[in-house]
């Protein structure tokens, strides 16, 4: 069985093909044509590693990604997350590929953010602020790189001197991008991409600025300010995961009856006259969207 490492799995996950599998896995999701156990999630005897087990099924293929996750490892020059996803064919049980199980999260991640901005945005895409300056935050702007090419890219990091540092090793082409100006306002969307525990971003709500969270995947955490919450139209990937991880709507304290599926607003779009807040939380289903995109370039 073929592995295929990061550059690989990059390759046969092109934005374009994903944002438009996302959809389709979407609505497979929620007519109830996938199956997604909860995921594993087992520590090592010394407590410095993780061990987590993701299952997917559906009736073409069966995907399964293990990660392993071990905090001290940047000390030992070594990755603190590494993982496959095993893809296998669901009428006989044929193991099919491997893929790079970190690359895989990246690319489905921001091209989950990508099927947001195409679903929920309210006017043509010339601004995206995208606040973090990790994995993520390259990821998507690899992502609005390949389908937004020409447009400006602005990064907010922790500091000046990250942002700075991001754009210059980063820049691109396809499209600008440069660190954020202090206050600078307006932007068409806006994408946080850390784990902050306090909120980092507390513009108005606007319905003519979608607001993206893609970090803050616990109870603990949030990136976008409660008052935004409250005065958006609320949204999330996976609806069943959401409850215990988004963050962000969590502490808002909003009742969850107004929280709606992604789903729900393929088919119904959602009122452009109001603000949007898409919350991305990811789901191991996402992957297998990934599986369904690679298994077609192969």
């Given amino acids: ?151 400006e890219v602005v990064i907010r990091g922790r500091t000046p001197e990250q942002a700075e540092h991001f754009c210059k090793q980063y820049a691109t082409h396809l499209l600008t991008l440069r660190p954020a100006a202090p206050n600078e306002t307006p932007f068409d969307v806006v994408i946080t991409t850390t784990g902050s525990t306090t909120p980092i971003y507390d513009g108005k709500a606007d319905p003519h600025c979608l607001i993206i969270g893609v970090g803050a995947y616990r109870p603990d955490m949030a990136e976008i300010a409660p008052q935004i919450v409250r005065a958006s139209q609320l949204y999330v990937d996976d609806p069943i995961g959401a409850p215990t991880e988004a963050g962000d709507i969590l502490q808002a304290g909003v009742n969850w009856n107004s929280v709606h599926a992604l789903a729900q607003a393929l088919d119904t779009p959602a009122d452009p006259m109001q603000p949007v807040f898409f919350k991305s939380v990811g789901c191991a289903v996402w992957d297998l969207a990934a599986c369904r995109v690679a298994r077609t370039m192969l």
């Fill in 1 to 151: 069985m073929q592995y295929y490492g990061a550059p690989e799995t990059q390759a046969l996950l092109p934005f374009p093909a994903l944002v438009n599998m996302l959809a389709r896995t979407v609505r497979d999701y929620a007519n109830g044509a996938i199956t997604c156990p909860p995921r594993t999630v087992v520590p090592t005897q010394d407590g410095n590693g993780t061990l987590m087990c993701m299952s997917t099924v559906a009736e073409d293929l069966i995907a399964t990604k293990i990660l392993t996750i071990f905090g001290k490892n940047p000390a030992l020059h070594l990755l603190t997350i590494q993982g496959m996803i095993t893809c296998a064919d669901a009428h006989d049980g044929r193991f099919l590929f491997n893929l790079d199980g970190p690359t895989v999260t990246m690319r489905r991640t921001s091209a989950m953010s990508m099927l947001g901005i195409r679903t929920f945005a309210s006017d043509a895409v010339k601004r995206v602020l995208i606040i973090g300056t990790g994995t993520q935050a390259l990821a998507h702007v690899e992502a609005l790189s390949a389908l937004y090419p020409g447009i």
